[in-house]
């Protein structure tokens, strides 16, 4: 993932985000399968909330996105996919060692409309902890 912000006052930031997951699947309504994975694309604008405390070098933030996501299903003999309405929010804290640089981790649950193509639904949603760094100019 990456993702290109702005900062547009102490507690509000803005964010075009571009993301790529991947994950094999083991079952399809209970039945095992085998050689199948799921790709998803999403190109998301991000808002955060940043709260002020003052006197401490840690900012926690909320964040909610709006985008689309582009579903992928790979089996053997289909490749199909299809793109859709997505969604995020999560929460957060950033570390600044000085007023510039900080180091970030946060959770965030990914959700789309459901993916459709060929008779063949997909309802995707996704938990993520990762961390990061970032920097203000």
Request: charge should be negative; aromatic fraction near 16%.
């Amino acid at each position: 993932a990456g993702a290109l912000g702005y900062r547009i006052n102490d507690s509000l930031r803005a964010e075009f985000e571009l993301a790529y997951r991947s994950n094999k699947v083991e079952k399809i309504g209970g039945s095992a399968v085998s050689g199948t994975d799921v790709t998803v694309l999403t190109y998301m604008l991000d808002g955060y909330y940043d709260l002020a405390i003052q006197g401490v070098p840690v900012k926690p933030f909320v964040v909610a996105g709006l985008g689309l996501a582009t579903g992928q299903i790979k089996s053997p003999g289909a490749d199909d996919s299809d793109t859709e309405f997505a969604y995020q929010f999560g929460v957060g804290a950033r570390y600044f060692f000085d007023p510039h640089f900080a180091v970030m981790a946060q959770y965030r649950y990914h959700g789309a409309a459901t993916f459709s193509k060929n008779g063949v639904d997909l309802a995707y949603g996704s938990s993520t902890i990762f961390g990061g760094a970032t920097y203000q100019f």
